[in-house]
């Protein structure tokens, strides 16, 4: 695969060569590092930005954010009716034909649906920790998890085995993010970050420079394997401007991962620097195969089936859920007019809860907004407009209790 300016964000030239004979069989637009073609291409945008440019990409971000919040409230909401029903075990026999809004819905659909509802969002939560990560437009000083790191700089010596602050976009550049397949190459410019659903990577083409021929590719990949690169898949860069190294990354993110780089001088084609995938700090392992897992690769075809039961299966739960509140939803607002939506909740519940549990919830809701920006802000947003149409109930409330009372006096 290979850069063209002339293409699109994340897209390549792919040329396919006939391994036996050398002989060049023809050559497409693929996407991403690991070179999607077609069908996958136009799925990987729709599950970036829903074919809607930057506004589908931010919508898709905020709905997978406020999904994971929703089922975590959801799971303490059916934990508190258990415990509630628990408590409550002596109840006095209903007639057999009652019927209530509870009852419109059969005991048995609600048993069937608690046990995919609290199992799938399981597989869902995997997901919130993987878009707390992949928020676009962060400064360095957020970006938490340290790995190994090579740099391309001749003039500085090699710190792949130093930890190193290589950033969210290096791990999920298959996701969408740097240009780096795996560790950051310090001493090049940096890709504008392409965003948390690129779908596969990122590719930037090199500066034109002179002295990259077929043999620099040639001295560069021999001298990767030399260094204990065996992926089948690699990446290799060359030299972005004079005084700067080959690079050479494998991209295999499949088990075991295989995401070392080497560095590689291109006069003397001998390795200046190198970073090894065992050398990762713990969480960041876990990051790089909670992105791989997250894409369908890390297992195969097993994980790309897990995947699938999870969509299809969150899928299920949210219309049977949709199709449970229809049936049981209150149908009178508390005035006794009708209520579309069902009825809201009551304002002043917040009063009731114990003081010990508001400095809890505000750095709980601040380490979220931190690591989740977009949530974070939707978060600010929607309590800034509830607070309003609290404000405006409240003077016209007392507009109307002024007035009743004028009348009351005037009779």
Known sequence: ??????????????????????????????????GSLG????????HRN???????????????SWLGVIA?????????????????????????????????????SRRRLAGPGLLLPLGHRIDLVHVCRRERHRPPSHHRLVHPT??????????????STGGDH??????GGNVAAGPVAEGEPEAEPSGGHTGHGDSVAPADIDGVTPAGFDGAITAAREADLTAGLIEIKPPAMDGTAWTVTEIDRSWPTQVDAVAVDPATFA????????????????????????MGVLFGLVNQLVLAVIAIGLAAIIVWGYLMWIKRRPTRTTDGTRARAGRPPARGVLDAVPLWIIPIGAVVTFLVGFFAPLLGISLLVFLAVDALIGHRQTRTAAAEAHTTGMDTRAE
């Open 1 to 34: 695969m290979f850069t063209d300016p002339t293409l699109g964000e994340s897209e390549t030239r792919a040329v396919f060569v006939d391994p036996a004979t050398a002989n060049v069989t023809g050559e497409t637009t693929a996407y991403g590092t690991s």
């Open 39 to 46: 069908v996958h291409t136009w799925v990987g945008q729709l």
């Open 50 to 64: 829903l074919h809607l440019g930057e506004v589908g990409r931010l919508y898709s971000e905020l709905a997978a």
């Open 72 to 108: 975590l409230f959801g799971l303490i909401l059916w934990v508190q009716r258990i415990r509630r029903t628990r408590k409550a075990r002596v109840r006095l026999p209903r007639p057999q034909n009652h019927r209530t809004a509870e009852t419109a819905v059969p005991a048995l």
């Open 150 to 163: 090579i740099t391309t700089d001749l003039n500085t010596t090699g710190t792949g085995s130093s930890g």
């Open 170 to 175: 290096a791990e999920h550049a298959e996701h």
């Open 271 to 294: 390795v200046t620097d190198k970073a090894s995938f065992d050398d990762y700090p713990f969480a960041a392992k876990l990051a790089r195969w909670g992105i791989d897992a997250h």
